[in-house]
């Protein structure tokens, strides 16, 4: 079985494929502002970078459960309001405050690997 940020790295960064999607094909036919489109852009850029990030860590520095906890939380923080908030502003603004602190885990969890045990790279031959 497949460590669990691995896993969560996988199907964080499929899905922010599918939304990426979404947004640039789907969305276009309910939401018309090009600000909220760009915004929900932004949301599946940093999810897609940070679960490669995600799945890096698991395979390079599996020991280092701080960083992957942080990058975790803070794309489902950051993305997952930015998302909501972009779909329907009125019924999820109480997220509003949700989305710098998804930022700051994001930020805490390179910190996190940066300052973590570091990894031993396999010599290729």
């Given at each position: 079985?497949?460590?669990?940020?691995?896993?969560?790295?996988?199907?964080?960064?499929?899905?922010?494929?599918?939304?990426?999607?979404?947004?640039?094909?789907?969305?276009?036919?309910?939401?018309?502002?090009p600000a909220?489109?760009?915004?929900?852009?932004?949301?599946?850029?940093?999810?897609?970078?940070?679960?490669?990030?995600?799945?890096?860590?698991?395979?390079?520095?599996?020991?280092?459960?701080?960083?992957m906890s942080?990058?975790?939380?803070?794309?489902?923080?950051?993305?997952?309001?930015?998302?909501?908030?972009?779909l329907d502003?009125?019924?999820?603004?109480?997220?509003?405050?949700?989305?710098?602190?998804?930022?700051?885990?994001?930020?805490?969890?390179?910190?996190?690997?940066?300052?973590?045990?570091?990894?031993?790279?396999?010599?290729?031959?």
């Amino acid at each position: 079985m497949a460590p669990p940020f691995w896993t969560i790295g996988c199907i964080y960064g499929a899905t922010s494929v599918a939304l990426g999607a979404f947004g640039a094909h789907g969305l276009k036919k309910r939401i018309a502002d090009p600000a909220k489109l760009a915004n929900w852009g932004t949301a599946a850029h940093y999810q897609l970078l940070h679960s490669v990030t995600l799945t890096f860590a698991a395979a390079i520095a599996p020991q280092n459960t701080i960083a992957m906890s942080l990058f975790t939380a803070g794309m489902t923080m950051f993305s997952g309001s930015i998302y909501l908030l972009t779909l329907d502003p009125q019924r999820f603004k109480f997220l509003g405050p949700v989305t710098p602190l998804g930022g700051l885990c994001l930020i805490g969890g390179w910190v996190a690997l940066a300052v973590g045990k570091r990894p031993v790279m396999p010599k290729l031959r």
